[in-house]
């Protein structure tokens, strides 16, 4: 993106972030309303907003490249998603629902549920250190000069092999034409050879040809005999024949004209279609440009890294620069100005201050004006030395006086936790107290605060190179040396501080005596016992390949979100019933916005996110694809921990989860994988399973995984299931969040026939019955439909599709005729079990169960 367009867009940004900051402070204001709709509009409204804000934010960050400013709009983003996840949390527990459906504050601004998602990849990417990179990708891009170096030196040797099997390749080639290139005379039977040309194959690396040639040119004279074919026919049978040949080629150009004109007029009319909108040509996006698009944003990251490691030798610079020419004049003005103050006291009370201690900060308390005047060091003079008994009686009443101020501020809390609590029991939420103790907007106010005031003078425009603006680095540093060389300037004035006071002392003829220093006290770390490290001597090299090679960690093809082909469901904000709440179920598509949302927490930022997710669903209805899909999304190390995969290591598990934790928070953001997870608490193992012991991961998972991942590691235990009520109850204890994937709904069902097909066959299937196809076989699973239309839309009846059109009965055979037995959706009663398990593991369903129950109790009593 051009420098002009992010400046223009962060201006827009800018402006809607202070509208954004104006409604907010007028909701702060507000009464709690007493209608809970009242309040889920407010709320839905704003995470709208929040939306639009978050996705203009986090590709502003993405395209900016100046140091300083970056920090601002990090911070930005940062605070911006938080309450964006914080808004979407009350929505959900307005709503009693895993899924939250906002059409009303959709429909206000013209969007559609599409553009609630807020995941991009570029954008949330987390970027792993470029030590860490080199192992898993060997791309020139990621490395140092050095290793460059090393690699090309690696090259070349592969080059030279290359070039030595070219040559060998190029002789026999010579050699096969030479021998074809002899002459036979049978009268004297002799042999006649061409002369031997000599011929030397050269080659310079990196050098282009001066003229092209075509590579390989030759010519063979095969053996003549002696009777010519001309002899034995007439000339007017010659010119028939040339003649024939003539008519022959005009006719076959001829017809490659009329096919290519006609070709060329059906491309133009379909353009003209498509830009006047008469019709759109329906293909599923599959984005292949995702090398070059992962290629072009680490171009940016490496300009960032460039411009990061300029701006801190600019730093070291800077400091360096002001240490040598203008420590001096730092250090003798602090000691004038503490030489002032030492005389403004002597002048006016005839005696000294005491010296601020160390543990105060020193002679900063002098500066910010936190010391006492010369008429309060006067009255404390002429007052009488207090005795221990007053001191004691002293410090008990300012302690008092703290402790009522804690009490008197724990009561207003408990008070205010109260009223929000009879509130919410009363169905009402307070919105205004809910914004204004979020600290998110706090942080995205005071950072648009201090932004206004310190790049008020800068013009942003007249940066185009992004160079660091160097009087704020110059100031910053000068703060900082300032208070080392105060610290400096402290010790050595305490020492002429003494001897005035001793000088005084003689004078008055009183007793001397030195002032106490109060330092403040080193804390001494804490000793931890680090845990015992069994891969010590060991390199993460060493270690990823281990696992590499023991098949743990596998190569995942790159998946998007847009493969994931599935509707929403448009139709849920408007069947609520009486208590607001929704009475239909989620669409297949309302799963991406939690898969999403749990994403967020992966990327750079800091967000909440779960630590483990399990996805259920019936065969064939999605699963797999999702967790390619993330894995993809977040350029992720994927390790598969499945019991099939992980058997081996049975003698030594200990190790190997060592192993596998180890190399996942080295090169996070990692995927620990567990295919049909409820193997690994099945209540009854079936006979074929039991010798790859399915169990044996089961125990380890709370204490060995989740229990040593941390809130900021970039590592999410992702599990799939088919038969969740096979396992025992630990299984919803080990998995954070549990995600049922919906069934198939028309919406789904017709996207899935319409991409796919017109994918297979782009322009050879023209008005086909798409919606009868997805009405009929709309209780199939997405896989199913994949498959059907792969093996039924093959290359070969592709290519017979404009003779023979293609019948809806195919698909239909493919199904019931080449499957024994015949393929059937999945039963109504299947679904309910998932629904059914579902319901007792999500807690949403579970609030919604206590509140339908509270209810039926209610009007039971009246």
């Not at 400046?7 to 204001?29: E, F, G, M, V």
């Not at 040797?157 to 290359?162: G, L, N, Q, S």
């Not at 000599?198 to 004279?221: C, L």
């Not at 290519?260 to 040509?281: W, Y």
């Amino acid at each position: 993106m051009s420098f002009d367009l992010n400046h223009k867009y962060w201006i827009s940004t800018r402006k809607d972030i202070a509208q954004l900051i104006k409604k907010q402070n007028r909701l702060k204001t507000i009464e709690p309303p007493e209608d809970k709709a009242i309040s889920f509009k407010i709320f839905s409204e704003l995470y709208v907003l929040y939306v639009e804000l978050v996705n203009k934010l986090s590709f502003i960050y993405h395209h900016t490249y100046q140091v300083q400013k970056r920090a601002v709009v990090r911070t930005l983003v940062e605070s911006a998603t938080q309450q964006l996840m914080r808004l979407k949390d009350e929505l959900k527990n307005m709503e009693l629902n895993e899924y939250v459906y906002i059409d009303k504050a959709l429909i206000a601004k013209r969007l559609t549920p599409r553009d609630l998602l807020i995941w991009r990849s570029p954008q949330f990417l987390y970027r792993r250190p470029l030590d860490v990179q080199n192992i898993l990708v060997e791309n020139k891009l990621y490395m140092n000069d050095e290793e460059k170096e090393e690699i090309a030196s690696k090259d070349l040797v592969k080059v030279t092999e290359a070039i030595k099997l070219i040559q060998a390749h190029e002789r026999a080639r010579r050699a096969r034409v030479y021998k074809a290139n002899i002459k036979y005379d049978k009268k004297f039977i002799k042999v006649y050879q061409r002369k031997k040309i000599s011929y030397r194959f050269t080659f310079k690396p990196e050098q282009a040809m001066s003229i092209p040639v075509k590579r390989t040119i030759f010519n063979s004279d095969y053996i003549k005999s002696t009777e010519g074919c001309d002899e034995l026919k007439n000339k007017d049978e010659i010119k028939k024949e040339n003649i024939r040949r003539e008519e022959a080629a005009s006719q076959i150009q001829s017809f490659w004209r009329n096919y290519r004109a006609r070709k060329m007029i059906r491309v133009k009319k379909k353009f003209k279609e498509e830009l006047f909108g008469m019709k759109k040509t329906r293909k599923l996006l599959r984005p292949n440009q995702f090398a070059n698009s992962v290629l072009e944003m680490y171009k940016g990251e490496m300009l960032k890294k460039k411009l990061d490691e300029d701006f801190l030798k600019i730093i070291s610079d800077e400091r360096t620069r002001l240490l040598q020419v203008r420590s001096p004049w730092i250090m003798e003005d602090i000691s004038d100005h503490i030489r002032a103050w030492f005389e403004d006291f002597y002048v006016k009370t005839g005696n000294f201050h005491p010296y601020p201690d160390p543990i105060k900060n020193g002679t900063v308390l002098v500066v910010i004006d936190e010391t006492m005047t010369p008429l309060e060091f006067q009255e404390t003079l002429n007052k009488k030395p207090m005795t221990k008994e007053e001191k004691k009686k002293l410090a008990e009443k300012k302690k008092n006086e703290k402790q009522k101020q804690k009490e008197k501020i724990r009561k207003q809390k408990m008070k205010e936790a109260k009223r929000r609590k009879k509130l919410k029991d009363a169905g009402i939420i307070d919105v205004g107290y809910e914004i204004a103790t979020s600290k998110a907007i706090e942080k995205i106010e005071e950072t648009m605060k201090d932004f206004s005031i310190q790049w008020r003078n800068i013009d942003e425009y007249l940066n185009k190179n992004h160079d660091p603006i160097k009087d704020w680095i110059t100031e910053e540093e000068l703060s900082k040396i300032h208070q080392e060389l105060r610290n400096l300037v402290d010790e050595y004035m305490r020492v002429e501080y003494e001897l005035l006071r001793k000088a005084l002392a003689k004078d008055t003829k009183t007793k001397y005596k030195p002032q106490k220093v109060r330092k403040a006290k080193s804390k001494k770390p804490k000793k931890k016992k680090k845990p015992k490290d069994m891969t010590e001597d060991r390199t993460l090299d060493s270690l990823y390949n281990e696992l590499k090679d023991g098949g743990i960690i596998e190569d995942v093809s790159h998946r998007d979100f847009n493969e994931f082909i599935a509707d929403f469901n448009f139709v849920a904000d408007d069947t609520r019933d009486e208590d607001n709440l929704t009475t239909l179920g989620p669409a297949k598509g309302d799963i991406k916005m939690i898969i999403q949302e749990s994403m967020l927490g992966m990327g750079e930022f800091d967000i909440p996110k779960p630590k483990s997710i399990l996805l259920i669903g019936p065969l064939n209805c999605g699963k797999k694809l999702l967790v390619n899909i993330i894995a993809s999304e977040l350029d992720a190390v994927f390790i598969n921990l499945s019991p099939e995969k992980i058997y081996k290591y049975a003698d030594n598990m200990k190790y190997f989860l060592h192993v596998v934790m180890k190399v996942a928070k080295a090169f996070q953001p990692a995927i620990l994988y567990v295919e049909e997870a409820h193997r690994l608490f099945w209540k009854k193992i079936p006979q074929d399973q039991k010798d790859i012991n399915p169990r044996l991961l089961g125990p380890s998972i709370s204490k060995k995984i989740l229990k040593v991942l941390k809130k900021t590691d970039k590592v999410i235990l992702l599990g799939t299931s088919s038969m969740p009520w096979s396992a025992k109850g630990k299984l919803k204890k080990v998995f954070q969040k549990v995600l049922l994937i919906p069934k198939c709904d028309y919406g789904t069902s017709f996207l899935l026939w319409l991409e796919l097909m017109t994918e297979h066959a782009t322009d050879d299937i023209k008005d086909y019955a798409y919606s009868a196809l997805a009405r009929i076989l709309q209780a199939y699973n997405s896989g199913d439909i994949t498959a059907n239309v792969s093996d039924t839309l093959s290359i070969e009846r592709t290519m017979r599709l404009r003779t023979e059109p293609l019948s809806p009965n195919e698909f239909l055979e493919y199904f019931l005729s080449k499957h024994d037995p015949p393929m059937f959706p999945p039963e109504p009663k299947l679904m309910e079990k998932f629904n059914k398990w579902f319901g007792k593991s999500n807690k949403f369903l579970k609030l919604r169960r206590k509140f339908m129950a509270k209810k039926k109790s209610k009007e039971k009593k009246k």
